[in-house]
């Protein structure tokens, strides 16, 4: 028979409380995920020929590219660090200096000055201020899906855990509709003089709003139940991330797998895609920008969709349904590009976008923290992430450099993806299922708080 504790872990907050969590999870990440992104479009627009400009237009983006991937190298860094504070402190303190660091960063890259200003400098505070922000970001994603994931009934988990990683779609919508907003409404000139600098010191107003919604919410159930735990035990601790890799080695490698088909195929259609479309087939930046645009906004609508399906049918079913689906529209995907028709682009970005990226992503916080204890679950998911995360930031620079070897055709990058879509499919059909809680870590707690 349940006990009382396993019935609280159950139930979850109430819903009134979990709509406010919901909210400052979901306000955070928005601005996290808006900060990456517009540095992505940035390096795929006008990185190149405002901090690069002395390379010729391919090699340009290449380097820009390279830019942008660092902040992904910088990215497992966080998530080890802030992992372990987010197990140890707990998950609220440490999203609050995830979001000041990340806000910081972004806000300060728009008031840098380009190669043409101090030469060699310019490209080097790029890469700085990218550095920090991505170490920022790699403790962001865990955190944010914790806070609602280890809060809500263990029966909508899924559903719950999907609502943050609406963000990152409304990330990509704000960022490229910013950006769509200043090229439409600037002429050349203007944008690549000052018109590039408003989507980052917009980040300011935004960082403002995600630390009043954050600083005002609760640490999350899970975390409390198992702190309680911990006072009354005699255990000694070790640190996370050595529990992590001495406990779940084998959880830790299918969680890595399975990641990389999402991260690398987000990228490809974000960053790649437009810098594909406005400079290769040189049909400007508004069209690929539109698509992604309203791409974005769909996915924002379909992350809840895929959330309560997998309540349904289980987070594996979903994730491996993503999967397969970028191995199979990868190659109608740059077969629609190369069509010139701006319906067909538009069509291919929503398509490609939604049933691929968005539905591994709505499921995944909710399908690792499956996969780790309470103890060591920060850690266990911004470890799988971010380490994953640094091939999906390379993606630009290896897409651009696969499209040049295929001499502007870019099926080796469709064959890229193939690859790596069949080794997260792989990885997913090899995940067990597992209890989401872990009943142990509340056979000492006290009861926990509902409302």
Excluded at 210 to 232: V, Y
Aim: aromatic share 12%.
């Amino acid at each position: 028979m349940p006990t009382d504790n396993e019935n609280a872990t159950t139930r979850g907050l109430s819903p009134a409380a979990m709509r406010k969590v919901v909210a400052a999870s979901f306000a955070g990440a928005l601005l996290e995920w808006y900060d990456f992104f517009i540095f992505g479009t940035a390096a795929g627009l006008v990185f190149g020929k405002l901090f690069f400009p002395q390379s010729d237009p391919a090699v340009g983006t290449i380097a820009a590219f390279a830019t942008f991937g660092v902040g992904f190298l910088a990215r497992p860094l966080g998530g080890v660090v802030f992992g372990h504070f987010g197990d140890r402190v707990g998950r609220k303190a440490t999203l609050i200096a995830t979001l000041l660091i990340t806000g910081i960063s972004t806000f300060l890259i728009g008031f840098l000055p380009t190669f043409a200003d101090v030469g060699i400098a310019a490209p080097i505070m790029l890469v700085v201020l990218r550095l920090i922000q991505g170490f920022g970001l790699g403790g962001e994603y865990g955190g944010a899906a914790l806070m609602t994931i280890e809060s809500a009934p263990e029966s909508r988990r899924g559903f719950f855990g999907s609502l943050p990683q609406m963000a990152a779609s409304a990330g990509i919508m704000l960022a490229t509709g910013v950006f769509a907003l200043c090229s439409w409404g600037l002429t050349e000139a203007q944008f690549l003089d000052w018109g590039w600098r408003l989507p980052f010191l917009l980040s300011a107003a935004m960082l403002i709003v995600g630390m009043q919604i954050r600083l005002h919410i609760e640490e999350t159930l899970d975390f409390k139940a198992t702190r309680r735990r911990e006072q009354a035990s005699t255990e000694k601790r070790v640190l996370p991330i050595v529990e992590l890799l001495r406990r779940h080695p084998r959880n830790i490698a299918l969680a890595l797998g399975a990641r990389l088909a999402e991260t690398v195929s987000s990228n490809i259609v974000n960053a790649f895609g437009i810098a594909y479309v406005s400079t290769n087939l040189a049909m400007g930046r508004q069209l690929p920008l539109m698509g992604m645009l309203m791409a974005s906004a769909i996915g924002i609508m379909l992350c809840p969709l895929f959330g309560w399906l997998s309540d349904r049918y289980g987070q594996r079913v979903v994730y491996l349904f993503g999967a397969l689906a970028c191995a199979v529209l990868i190659v109608p995907f740059f077969a629609a590009l190369a069509t010139g028709n701006g319906v067909l682009i538009c069509l291919a970005f929503i398509v490609f976008y939604n049933l691929g990226p968005t539905a591994m992503f709505a499921v995944q916080p909710t399908m690792f923290s499956r996969m780790f204890g309470t103890r060591v679950r920060y850690t266990g998911l911004s470890f799988a992430y971010q380490f994953s995360a640094m091939l999906g930031g390379l993606t630009p620079l290896i897409s651009a450099s696969l499209l040049t070897l295929g001499h502007g055709d870019p099926w080796w990058v469709a064959g890229y993806l193939i690859v790596v879509s069949l080794i997260s499919a792989t990885s997913v059909w090899l995940i067990s299922e597992v209890r989401l809680i872990e009943l142990h870590d509340y056979a000492t707690a006290l009861p926990r708080e509902t409302t």
